[in-house]
């Protein structure tokens, strides 16, 4: 199956800015996003170390890769991150979220560490393909609060997980099969200014990948872009 691709990063209305990160191959099928944290601009060393490393390990593999792969791949962005902070005190503490699709052959296999997010856009709605590392997502899930207390919850950027942080990182690995529909990965700067829906009726209304990544950042932008904003579409040529 061939692939189209569209993507768009912005540094928002209110960060100085851009500690997101991306790497987008349609012909390879290879895609990552990563949401860099820590201060003085060591955030964007930690996303783009991420990005780099996952990309040069998938792509030295790219001819069998599987599950196994992706998570090598994010293992090495993470023992990385961490050799770079302990040999610059600037960079102590950085961190980043990643999230890593990869399709082929009607597979889509993922690998993802933190909150930024994969969803793809079924029959019946937006379905999200990840779970955030976040206690608010877990107090979420266990009902404890509604999805609009989650959204405006202040312990919501507060992580559990992300690399950067520790020797060895949990992973969160995942396969589906993919019938060419959309697929969405983006950081929390496009998840905290809109809600699923309306998301989902963006998607639904049609467009070519580029147009509707950008159609999303301004909406995440008149929303009030609190943060750094990463949109990747990714689906079948039809
Ligand atoms: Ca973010």
């Not at 990552?32 to 998938?58: F, K």
């Not at 992706?70 to 902070?85: C, G, H, K, P, Y």
């Not at 979420?140 to 690399?163: D, M, N, T, V, W």
Request: charged share 30%.
């Amino acid at each position: 199956m061939e692939l189209d691709a569209g993507v768009k990063t912005d540094r928002g209305r209110r960060r100085p800015n851009n500690e997101d990160a991306f790497f987008a191959d349609s012909r390879n099928g290879i895609f990552v996003i990563a949401d860099g944290m820590g201060g003085h601009q060591a955030g964007e060393v930690a996303s783009r170390i991420a990005v780099e490393t996952i990309r040069g390990h998938l792509l030295g593999n790219k001819d069998s890769l599987d599950l196994g792969t992706l998570r090598e791949a994010v293992e090495r962005a993470n023992r990385n991150i961490l050799d770079r902070s302990r040999d610059n005190a600037a960079l102590d503490h950085m961190g980043t979220t990643v999230v890593v699709a990869t399709v082929r052959n009607r597979r889509l296999l993922l690998a993802h560490v933190g909150d930024s997010r994969a969803y793809r856009l079924t029959d019946n709605g937006l379905q999200q393909l990840t779970d955030d590392h976040s206690l608010v997502f877990q107090w979420l899930k266990a009902g404890r609060i509604s999805e609009e207390e989650a959204r405006h919850h202040p312990q919501r950027a507060g992580l559990l997980r992300a690399l950067g942080m520790e020797p060895k990182v949990e992973i969160d690995l995942r396969e589906e099969a993919y019938g060419g529909e959309w697929l969405l990965l983006c950081t929390d700067g496009l998840t905290d200014m809109l809600r699923d829906g309306e998301i989902e009726n963006v998607l639904n209304a049609g467009g070519d990948p580029q147009q509707l990544c950008e159609l999303l950042v301004a909406r995440a932008n008149e929303a009030g872009g609190r943060d750094n904003i990463t949109v990747m579409l990714v689906r079948g040529r039809r």
